[in-house]
């Protein structure tokens, strides 16, 4: 009766599209979901991007030098104009662009990206209580496979979402570099990737044998605004204090942040993006393969 | 020896490094039976489970399945067996040939294959009609028929079934223990299940195995270990004041006596033919029995007479606790 299973065929990688596909099916079978996810950066954008927009201090309150001083009307324009030009160039030496507004969408990018990997931690907790992942431990579904399918749909979802926020961000009104181009989308895409890959992984391997949800909340709500805060994100890292510099120059959403705004919004410097480049695929190799080894020995327990 | 499908030998679990949940457990399960372990909750017979299935690691002993090592060959192991598990573990939000076809997915059972299998399957289980859809539209009846489903997808040669109607209401429970044994006939698989439920042990099970406190405490058929007992009871009255225990005792299949009060407690084999022979007896000897009534032995007294207790709830741990009550909640269907 029981013929042996034909698993000659079988690749190592057997199941991961299926495991892959049941959390994005979860995930898409659930608008609701999504649409909390959109609205948050939504919100962010539409009143801390507008209404704490830091370059409509100068735009808005153009400076008009005292009536009283004596100086012909055209020389008076000429200063008025440089001051002008000034407070642009101030904005550009901080942002790298004279607009706030597009500066923090894309941050909120990052922000999308980084709330979506904080919950691969959240979905194996689920599954060991549930019993799902005690029975898929008793397939013959590779280890690496159940955390990688894990790390794959969460980069699926953030680029779903990325691309969401970013659609959202243009209507808003942000502005694109001179230099943005198709490729420049997929340089954003390639960004997402390699952060998805290094923090999910992350944020596994912490709930790798964790059986509590409250512990994974917990976790999630000491790390997610000081990372966001750390990192350049919301504000130009120069603008902080030395230690917080520190901390950002090793925070990886600093390097997918300014990878992204180098595509879209600034005049590419080739050397930074390499250097952001380099240090998001370090950070993702490094942490998947933590990840991965880590699940070998431990999704058993 | 070659007949054995799981053998266990010295099988123990230690958590924490002082909690025993199996403590050096020796046991084989034969070709085509089924075996049931049986015991409260806590007594570790999940943990059991979860060893064999090879998704926890004994902290000694080992225990082999179809001659495969569970610690070093486990890729062996899980390509030969099938879980029933006593959550539901079928995804809410996917339907249940869904379900099925990702089951067959994590096996690496080809596309062609896996969608005449689950359509058989489901058609085993009655599922047919529902399987677009959703199985948060399912009761718990139908879920556990789905996870049964779902647990054959790979033809197992062994399937293990952790309490397997665990929640469900008592006809539920009867028309699962059919999908069983029918399950069992189609496909002529070895079974291992856990339960705590007398009846069920007693109407699927070959054999049983009663684990208290992570030992076991005996093996054997339900009738076997029924039969240990001493036989069936027989109580009866007289009308006369006379202590009649000696005569009854001397009566053939009589095995034991006692009086309490006005009746007499006979512990007999074969009590149907045994009861005629007391009446007669007694009846030469003048005396006129009043009452009789016949008992068999239920595994209730079997559990009773082994573990000193009759079967209890309270013993938990807490995550097994937190498991069956999401377990039952969706059984209740929330």
């Known amino acids: 009766m029981s013929e042996s299973n034909s698993n000659n065929s079988r690749s190592v990688f057997h199941g991961l599209w299926a495991l892959t596909n049941r959390e994005l099916k979860k995930w898409y079978k659930e608008p609701i979901l ?31 030098l005292p009536p009283d001083l004596n100086l012909p009307p055209q020389l008076k324009a000429q200063i008025e104009q440089s001051f002008s030009n000034i407070t642009s160039q101030m904005m550009r030496n901080t942002f790298g662009t004279a607009d706030y507004f597009s500066y923090m969408a894309v941050g909120m990018i990052s922000f999308v990206v980084f709330f979506t990997t904080m919950f691969s931690g959240m979905s194996i907790v689920w599954d060991r209580r549930l019993g799902f992942l005690n029975k898929v431990l008793s397939t013959p579904v590779s280890r690496g496979v159940i955390i990688f399918s894990k790390v794959l749909s969460t980069a699926v979802r ?22 943005f181009n198709p490729l420049s989308i997929l340089g954003v895409f390639a960004a997402i990737v390699l952060i998805c890959f290094g923090l999910s992984s992350l944020f596994l391997t912490i709930a790798i044998r964790s059986t509590r949800q409250e512990t994974q909340m917990a976790i999630m709500n000491l790390l997610n605004l000081p990372l966001m805060f750390t990192s350049n994100a919301l ?9 917080i510099q520190v901390v950002a120059k090793i925070n990886p959403i600093t390097y997918t942040t300014d990878a992204m705004r180098q595509l879209l919004l600034y005049n590419t410097d080739i050397t930074q993006l390499m250097i952001d480049f380099a240090y998001l695929g370090v950070f993702a190799a490094v942490f998947t393969s933590i990840g991965l080894i880590l699940s070998w020995r431990y999704l058993s327990k | 020896m070659t007949d054995e499908v799981i053998r266990a030998e010295g099988l123990t679990r230690v958590f924490n490094k002082s909690l025993v949940a199996v403590d050096h457990v020796n046991f084989g399960v034969e070709n085509g039976e089924i075996f049931g372990f049986l015991g409260p909750n806590g007594a570790g017979k999940t943990t059991t489970i979860n060893m064999l299935i090879t998704v926890l690691k004994p902290t000694e002993g080992t225990a082999s399945v179809l001659g495969y090592d569970i610690l070093k ?52 289980v009655e599922l047919t009609e529902f399987k677009d859809k959703k199985v948060e ?27 397997p109607t665990l929640g469900l209401d008592v006809q539920t429970r009867a028309a699962t223990w059919n999908y069983i044994k029918l399950l069992k006939k189609e496909f002529g698989m070895t079974l291992f299940m856990t339960t705590h439920y007398l009846e069920e042990a007693d109407v699927l099970c070959n054999r049983i195995a009663i684990i208290d406190h992570g030992k076991i405490v005996v093996t054997g058929s339900p009738e076997e270990l029924k039969n240990n007992l001493g036989g069936d009871i027989v109580t009866l009255s007289i009308k006369e004041d006379a202590d009649v225990s000696g005569l ?12 309490e009060d006005d009746k ?32 068999k032995p239920t595994l209730d007294e079997v559990y009773l007479d082994y573990t000193g207790k009759s079967m209890r709830d309270a013993e938990e741990s807490k995550e097994s606790f937190r498991a069956h009550r999401i377990t039952l909640r969706r059984a209740r269907g929330r």
């Open chain 1, 158 to 179: 953030s680029i779903i979402q990325a691309s969401i926020v970013l659609l959202i961000a243009w209507l808003l009104g942000m502005q694109f570099s001179p230099s």
């Open chain 2, 264 to 295: 007499y407690l006979i512990k007999a084999e074969n009590g149907e033919l045994t009861a005629p022979l007391i009446i007669e007896a007694l009846r030469k000897n003048g005396h006129v029995v009043t009452k009789l009534s016949l008992t």
């Open chain 1, 235 to 243: 504000f130009a890292t120069s603008m902080m204090p030395d230690w």
């Open chain 1, 34 to 64: 999504l649409l909390m996810i959109i609205i948050q950066p939504a919100i962010w954008m539409g009143l801390f991007g507008k209404a704490m927009n830091i370059s409509a201090i100068f735009t808005n309150n153009p400076i008009t």
């Open chain 2, 248 to 259: 009854v005792e001397k009566i053939e299949h009589v095995k034991e006596v006692k009086k």
């Open chain 2, 73 to 124: 060959q486990a890729g062996e192991v899980r390509n030969v067996i099938g879980l029933v598990p006593q959550e539901y573990t079928a995804d809410e939000d996917l339907t249940g040939y869904e379900n099925t076809i990702l089951c067959a997915d994590l096996y690496g059972i080809p596309r062609e294959v896996s969608k005449e299998r689950a359509l058989e399957l489901l058609e085993l």
């Open chain 2, 137 to 163: 539209t399912y009761s718990g009846g139908m879920r556990r028929r789905l996870e049964l489903a779902c647990g054959l997808i790979n033809r197992p040669r062994v399937l293990f079934l952790d309490e």
